[in-house]
Structures are given as structure tokens and as C-alpha cells.
């Protein structure tokens, strides 16, 4: 009987210590998610949402630190602005809410009933060999890049990656490098250019109205509101034109790398996985399914890592917290023709 009520005397005081260790860890944890609220200026509308948020902040901490303890990972995930959202809504805020199917459907159907700019690049280099092109290049080295921009809760990546793209080629042919307006885009291509706004769009109907528009505003004349309202444009002069656009042979990543030695690029890209949504350093490698792209990029540049590992570098219009200042690192040279997640499946670029 003594032992036996030393045996429960010994489990309880286990039970204790565990439940105390227990409660420890979620007052540390209470408060990483105070000083995270902080950093990001996150508030909520009552305790309620603050717990559900402190809940799923706790989820993606673990995921975190669960995905980062496995050895030989060539990338690195962190907490970031995005650590307080299911994967869903991460998805549904940031990647649009109209079909992706529907979207690059169309926009494919678009680009075969237009007539297009045949591949530039495509004989500029007469090999298809790595060796014939420069080892490596980036676009921000070469001051044709403007800082990493912030599409906040709206679907409107296309905007970002089509200005990107037009931002740099002005920069190149020109020597002028300007900050062009995304609101523009969102604004005045929902109707005649069947865009969706906050809700996904497409970069070849972007350079579209570019071209015919004869021009695009200036982020300081026409800034940015994470959001849809009335079209502008005709009281705002352009301030960069662009006179066509034309695409890459998809779903050949040498094609790309003509393409991206030349300017940067244009790009879909599935970015729907947690592991994206939480991606802070390293070369990524997925998962993630090619035909499914709910994302877009500009690709400014490539490489490869110290262990050999080629890769593109993408800016992404996510704010400079997420990820490398802004910017992801792709695994290069994959074996799925479509490239990894998808990024050689619709190239496309504007000609200034």
C-alpha cells in the first residue's frame, strides 16, 4: 500500500511538473506572440480573435522550428508577417480568390489568338550550353530593379510582377529607372482587359493595356491602396512607356535563362504551400505542384549556391520581412520541364 502511494504520490508530482513545464511554455509562447504583434503593428478586434490568432501563430511557430531541426534542407523557413494565418487564408488574401485555372486558361487562349513577338533571345546565343552565358547575373547589380514593394491583403501579384518587368526594361533601354504605379493596373484593366483585380490577373493583359494605353503612371502619382477603385488613368500622364511585349518558350528553363541574361522576366509560380509562406533564406525546392500557379515573380537574376545548386533569384512583392529582403531563390535546372513549382511554364516579358 506505501508503495503504491508512492507511486501515485511520484505520478502526481510528474503530472505537476509536466503541467507546470506545460504552462511555461504557453506564457513564453503568449509572449513571443506579443512581441510579434509589435514588430508587425498587429492588433485584433477582441480577445477572442486574439486567442484563435495566438493559436494558429503557435501551429506555424512549430511547424517552423519542426521543418528547420530536419537535416540537409536546402532552405531555412522563419516566423514572418504572415505566422498568424492559416495556409488558407495566407492563400485566399494574397493569391486571389478567381480560379487559377481559369485565369492562365485564358490567358494561354490569349496568347495564341494574339500575334506575339517571337522569342528575341532565341538565336542570340548559338549553344545551348550554360558555359555561353554569363555564370551568373543580377538585375539589382545593374541598378535595374526598384525596392521590394508590398501587395498587402490583395490578390494583385500579377501587377506587382508585370511592373517589375516593365520597370526594368524602361531601366535598360533607357538608363532611367522609376517607380511605376500597380494601382493602375488594378483600376483600369478590369473591363475591356478582363483582369480581376485584388482577385488575380494576368501580366500579358497588363503589358496589353501598357502598350495601347501608351504608357503607365508613376507610383507617386498614382500610389498604391491594396485595393480596387475608379480608373485614373486619364487624368494622370504616363510616366514610362512600353511598345510591345512577347514570351518565352515555356517549359524550357534554357530558353529562360537566354531570356533572364537580358532582362529580367516575367513568371507563374505555385506558391501555395506553408513552406512558401513561411520561406526565409536558401535555395527552394518545393513542395509544390508545377501546373497549379497561384503566384507571380519577376526573375532578376541567377546562380548557383556554394554546394553547386543552381537557382533563380525572384523578386516577390510580399514586403521586405518575408523571405531574403523580399526576394526567394528557386532550384534551377530541375527535371520537370515546367521548372520548379511551375516557373518556366509561361514566361513572358515587356520590349521597351
Known sequence: MAALLLLCALAFGHAAAS????????????????????????????????????????????????????????????????????????????HGHKSTASIIGAALQRASAVPQTSFLYSSNVDSTADQELPSGMDW???GAVTPVKNQRGCGSCWAFTAVGAIEAAVKIKTGQLVS?????????????FSDYGCQGGRMDTAFSYVVERGGLA???????????????????????????????????EQQLLKAVARQPIAVVFDGHDKSFQH??????????????????????????SDDGTKYWTAKNSYGESWGEGGYVRVQRDVQDPAGMCGIATWPLYPIA
Not at 511605376?180 to 475591356?192: A, G, V, Y
Not at 491594396?226 to 515555356?250: L, Q
Not at 527552394?284 to 546562380?303: D, E, K, Q
Open 19 to 94: 503541467s507546470h513545464v506545460e504552462g511555461d511554455g504557453k506564457h513564453a509562447m503568449a509572449e513571443r506572440h506579443e512581441r510579434w504583434m509589435a514588430e508587425y503593428g498587429r492588433s485584433y478586434r477582441d480577445e477572442a480573435e486574439k486567442q484563435r490568432r495566438l493559436d494558429i501563430f503557435e501551429q506555424n511557430v512549430e511547424y517552423i522550428d519542426s521543418f528547420n531541426r530536419v537535416e540537409g534542407r536546402r532552405y531555412k523557413l522563419g516566423i514572418n508577417q504572415f505566422t498568424d494565418l492559416t495556409n488558407e487564408e495566407f492563400n485566399a488574401a494574397y
Open 140 to 142: 539589382r547589380k545593374e
Open 180 to 192: 511605376l504605379s500597380e494601382q493602375e493596373l488594378l483600376d483600369c484593366t478590369n473591363t475591356s
Open 218 to 252: 508613376s507610383e507617386s502619382a498614382y500610389p498604391y491602396k491594396a485595393a480596387e477603385d475608379s480608373c485614373r488613368s486619364g487624368n494622370i500622364p504616363p510616366a514610362e512607356k512600353i511598345h510591345s511585349f512577347g514570351y518565352v518558350t515555356p517549359n524550357d
Open 279 to 304: 520561406y526565409k533564406s536558401g535555395v527552394y525546392t518545393g513542395p509544390c505542384i508545377s501546373f497549379f500557379t497561384v503566384h507571380a515573380l519577376t526573375i532578376v537574376g541567377y546562380g548557383a
